[in-house]
């Protein structure tokens, strides 16, 4: 069955960076667009970046355009998002996330919040 862990998150200072993994299980990794989401307190979850089964980082939120980056390693069936220049504003759950038609599989998420 599909398994996604994230892993890698923590408390940081406004200003620094991070770098959250998502190892994924369960199906063909290398050719499937996986995405991160984020999902703050008392907000609705949001689109983070996508990063494409042809290792195409796009769709970045606005937000964090130009301070995150979304990769992938299909030897180690992982994607990755680093994160720099941290604000308290991206403080949130982050989630990696695998649509497969109209169902749509997450991991646990892991908690990153940024604060001094």
């Known amino acids: 069955q599909v398994q996604l862990v994230e892993s890698g998150g923590g408390l940081v200072q406004p200003g620094g960076s991070l770098s959250l993994s998502c190892a994924a299980s369960g199906f063909a990794f290398s050719r499937y667009t996986l995405a991160w989401y984020r999902q703050a307190p008392g907000k609705e979850r949001e689109l983070v970046g996508v990063?494409?089964?042809?290792?195409?980082?796009?769709d970045y939120a606005e937000s964090v355009e130009g301070r995150f980056t979304v990769s992938r390693d299909n030897r180690k069936n992982t994607i990755y998002l680093q994160m720099s220049d941290l604000k308290p504003e991206d403080t949130a759950v982050y989630y990696c996330?695998?649509?497969?038609?109209?169902?749509?599989?997450w991991g646990q998420g892991t908690q990153v919040t940024v604060s001094s």
């Open positions: 990063i494409t089964s042809a290792d195409i980082a796009t």
């Open positions: 996330n695998l649509q497969l038609g109209s169902i749509g599989f």
